[in-house]
């Protein structure tokens, strides 16, 4: 499958994927969404990929959806749209997801970065849901995500203003856990994720699994479910080789198994 929108390139287990249109200042149109879906779902079936990266381009990370296509949707067409199954399927990546974000974040672009686990931005990164300002509203989990992560206020100001926020205020907000030099995001989220990919696999899903449901679920539902995660990981072998590798003051070589 040629993958024009989306750029790939693997290093060691992590895999970075850059949107890459340009004369759309990386609007996410359907065809876009459905390759960078297809190239995640890819990813999550090699044993070889330990995480994955998203990113941008230095201005716009992604500038939303594409407006030439909700232009021609009535409702008719919106009721049969396949993008929210889009949606659904990348929101069930099982490894971990980063983005890298330089620039602007908007609209279907900042919702693309709530729905990845960990969000490092550039100093120049704006993440905004503007759509009120096109008499819409997000329709791609951003009202939900969104009030998730930075709390009531914050999200109905961005909701309902339209306004977008600078790095320093999202990362006080909760959105983004780190900011770095606009030069150095890419490589510091790369890096990140090399850090994550050395661990055990089933124990990256396992943890991804359990942090999801602390967004979904009550507390005591919530512990119920980590406890079996964790007992679950007792039967692994990685589970003994990484008790092992510390007993014995080595890297543990994990198999996934």
């Known amino acids: 499958m040629e ?8 290093h060691q287990r992590v895999v970075t994927l850059q949107l890459h249109r340009p004369e759309a200042r990386n609007a996410l149109s359907t065809p876009c969404l459905e390759q960078l879906v297809y190239l995640l779902e890819q990813a999550d079936a090699d044993v070889q990929v330990g995480a ?3 990113t941008g381009a230095a201005r716009f990370f992604a500038a939303g959806a594409d407006l030439r296509e909700l232009q021609q949707q009535d409702v008719a067409a919106a009721l049969l749209d396949r993008r929210p199954l889009l949606w659904q399927r990348l929101a069930q990546f099982s ?10 974040a908007l609209g279907a672009g900042c919702e693309l970065a709530l729905a990845c686990d960990i969000v490092i931005c550039g100093e120049s990164a704006h993440f905004g849901l503007p759509e009120i300002t096109l008499g819409l509203i997000p329709g791609a989990g951003g009202t939900q995500r969104l009030i998730r992560c930075v709390g009531k206020s914050r ?25 770095c030099v606009d030069a150095l995001t890419l490589e510091r989220t790369q890096q990140i994720a090399q850090r994550i990919s050395q661990h055990a696999p089933l124990a990256l899903r396992a943890a991804k699994q359990a942090l999801k449901q602390a967004q979904e679920i009550g507390l005591s539902q919530g512990l ?21 590798a510390f007993f014995e003051k080595r890297t543990p070589h994990y198999t996934g198994r």
């Open 3 to 10: 993958t024009p929108w989306i750029l790939r390139e693997q």
């Open 224 to 244: 119920q479910l980590e406890r079996q995660q964790f007992v679950t990981l007792a039967a692994t072998e990685d589970r003994r080789e990484g008790i092992a």
């Open 95 to 104: 490894k971990p997801l980063l983005a890298a974000v330089n620039g602007y």
């Open 52 to 54: 994955v990266v998203l």
């Open 155 to 179: 999200a109905y100001q961005m909701v309902l203003t339209g306004e977008a926020i600078d790095a320093r205020s999202a990362q006080q907000a909760g959105l983004v856990s780190e900011v």
